[in-house]
């Protein structure tokens, strides 16, 4: 879509053809600057799987436009994350060469392994923009990717908002910090490094937008889009019927424990807003399954703009109108010490409760349960040399639940963007060897619109000794279910060596063990009658 529909007239004196021209050079600073970050990162599920945000903002912190690479946990979480930093380091207490640093899981994307860096961009003596990136670093010490910590301290190391460098100079023991609590401290300085060099990209471009069009700074470009964005998503909430629609799901996880996440879609016609309320959901997991607030949100939102207003540019603006409630303390809005690293399991099923009660109001654009979140693995060990090994994380999905018009897509990540690492590259980062990954027939659930297949996956460790595999898997009981009289998709199923595995926990397994994965299959669209 473009910026000059996204409303029918200017309000800040915009010229639309020059207008549609900046927006369009913006799309491509922020798109330039993700695809710097991904060919420079050293992490594979930031190279390979996309597993990144990038986005720019003004001197206010409100985003102005994301890059289309990355997820929606990422993105719209460093949407939030942003202004929690500028509350710590204000605009005028920086000073030109800084550049901002933090992974606090309640205050940016809800696990320690996603660091958040900030570039600020000055013009002039004067910062006028931001430019953020939020990624997934292959290792930031502590337990890992899964989630048996017992807390968030367990699970790694806590960076504070601090700057990482300072009027240009490294921030020497900011640095030294960091690199002497992570396992690959080559990965993290390189990862680091290629955050802050997409940030600089970002703003060489801005600059030049700048110089070209003769302003001083991006406010009133922002104010423009912001409010262009916002008008055009109140318009579309205003053509709803305004009511309070309710659903629920139900997950289920490794241990057999079970989480119900319960949801309230409260649409306001009158005033064009969106509230999403959570209220009523589980309690806070013992595992490292909670979600913080933003992480919650970031999700929500998605859902809300994917079904009502998906070709809106999504920015500040486009997100203002949407509210989302969930109790603190609960599994949905996380606090500390409360653990969180496999926060995803939860954040990325809380759409399949989410999109049947936008079912209610929108059925066209509604979908079936699919899998919901991506199954995560991690493998580490020792070389028979004795040097460690540990893979980056690695990801596989299920399949998509089936839509009004079309099939559910197989072994699809839906609702995140993240894509598959190569089991080639995998293969090469350990001593792993796969032996099996292929679509699983019939999995999908019938109905008018089948759900998307599944996918098994087997693998083991070429070692002569011991390994352990952090392993986050949901739904291996309770089936993707479908929606206006489609069939339920099958169910997941986790084993070594032919036994069901039953802890959330990392285990410990043995040279030759085999471990294969079942994922689940979407469930049908509308009855196969209809």
């Known amino acids: 879509m473009t910026m000059t529909d996204a409303a029918p007239t200017t309000a800040g004196g915009f010229d639309p053809i020059e207008l549609e021209i900046c927006w369009q050079s913006l799309i491509a600073t922020v798109n330039e600057q993700a695809k710097a970050l991904q060919r420079s990162a050293f992490s594979p599920i930031v190279r390979e799987a996309g597993d990144l945000a990038n986005a720019v903002f003004d001197r206010r912190g409100r985003m102005v436009a994301q890059a289309v690479t990355g997820t929606p946990g990422h993105i719209n979480s460093l949407a939030i994350a942003v202004s929690n930093i500028l509350e710590e380091y204000p605009i005028d207490s920086l000073v030109e060469g800084d550049i901002l640093i933090t992974n606090?899981?309640?205050?940016?994307?809800?696990?320690?392994?996603?660091?958040t860096v900030l570039v600020p961009v000055w013009r002039n003596g004067r910062l006028i923009a931001l430019f953020g990136s939020t990624i997934h670093h292959t290792d930031v010490g502590?337990?890992?990717?899964?989630?048996?910590?017992?807390?968030?301290?367990?699970?790694?190391?806590?960076?504070?908002?601090?700057?990482?460098?300072?009027?240009?100079?490294?921030?020497?023991?900011v640095w030294k910090f960091i690199l002497s609590?992570?396992?690959?401290?080559?990965h993290m300085g390189g990862d680091l490094h290629a955050q802050m060099a997409s940030g600089q990209i970002g703003a060489?471009?801005?600059?030049?937008?700048?110089?070209?069009h003769g302003f001083d700074d991006i406010e009133d470009l922002a104010d423009e889009?912001?409010?262009?964005?916002?008008?055009?998503?109140?318009?579309?909430?205003?053509?709803?019927?305004?009511?309070?629609y309710e659903s629920s799901a139900l997950l289920d996880l490794a241990d057999g424990s079970e989480i119900v996440i319960k949801c309230a879609l409260i649409v306001d016609a009158e005033e064009g807003s969106i509230t999403v309320d959570y209220t009523g959901s589980a309690d806070a997991s013992r595992w490292g399954i909670n979600v913080v607030k933003n992480y919650s949100h970031a999700y929500t939102t998605f859902v809300v703009r994917s079904v009502l207003s998906p070709d809106i540019p999504n920015n500040y603006g486009?997100?203002?109108?949407?509210?989302?409630?969930?109790?603190?303390?609960?599994?949905?809005?996380?606090?500390?010490?409360?653990?969180?690293?496999?926060?995803?399991?939860?954040?990325?099923?809380?759409?399949?409760?989410?999109?049947?009660?936008?079912?209610?109001?929108?059925?066209?654009?509604?979908?079936?349960?699919?899998?919901?979140a991506v199954w995560t693995m991690q493998v580490s060990g020792n070389h028979d040399d004795g040097s460690?090994?540990?893979?980056?994380?690695?990801?596989?999905?299920?399949?998509?639940?089936?839509?009004?018009?079309?099939?559910?897509?197989?072994?699809?990540s839906y609702p995140t963007g993240v894509a598959a690492v190569p089991i080639e590259v995998v293969e090469a980062s350990a001593p792993i060897r796969f032996t099996k990954k292929a679509l699983r027939p019939g999995s999908g659930g019938a109905g008018a619109n089948t759900g998307g297949l599944g996918q098994t996956i087997e693998f083991?460790?070429?070692?002569?000794?011991?390994?352990?595999?952090?392993?986050?898997?949901?739904?291996?009981?309770?089936?993707?279910?479908?929606?206006?009289?489609?069939?339920?998709?099958?169910?997941?199923?986790?084993?070594?060596?032919?036994?069901?595995v039953r802890t959330q926990e990392r285990i410990t397994l043995q040279p030759g063990d085999l471990v294969r994965l079942d994922l689940p299959g979407g469930g049908g669209y509308g009855s196969t009658g209809a």
Request: with cysteine.
């Open 318 to 372: 486009s997100l203002k109108p949407i509210d989302m409630i969930a109790p603190e303390g609960s599994i949905l809005n996380a606090v500390s010490p409360q653990p969180c690293t496999a926060r995803h399991v939860v954040g990325m099923f809380l759409p399949n409760a989410l999109l049947k009660a936008l079912a209610q109001v929108r059925p066209e654009g509604a979908m079936a349960e699919g899998s919901g």
């Open 104 to 115: 606090d899981p309640y205050k940016t994307a809800g696990q320690l392994l996603d660091v």
């Open 142 to 173: 502590g337990y890992g990717i899964g989630a048996g910590g017992r807390d968030v301290f367990e699970e790694g190391l806590w960076i504070p908002i601090v700057k990482l460098m300072k009027a240009g100079e490294r921030n020497d023991d």
């Open 225 to 244: 889009i912001i409010t262009r964005s916002e008008e055009a998503t109140r318009k579309g909430i205003r053509e709803l019927e305004s009511g309070r």
């Open 460 to 500: 083991e460790v070429d070692t002569t000794r011991e390994w352990q595999l952090n392993a986050v898997t949901s739904r291996l009981a309770e089936a993707p279910q479908g929606i206006f009289g489609g069939e339920p998709g099958a169910a997941g199923a986790f084993s070594v060596n032919g036994e069901k």
């Open 388 to 412: 460690p090994f540990i893979t980056a994380m690695f990801t596989y999905a299920g399949g998509v639940g089936g839509r009004a018009t079309k099939p559910g897509l197989d072994a699809c």
């Open 204 to 212: 060489q471009r801005l600059l030049a937008l700048c110089d070209h």
């Open 181 to 186: 609590n992570v396992r690959q401290p080559d």
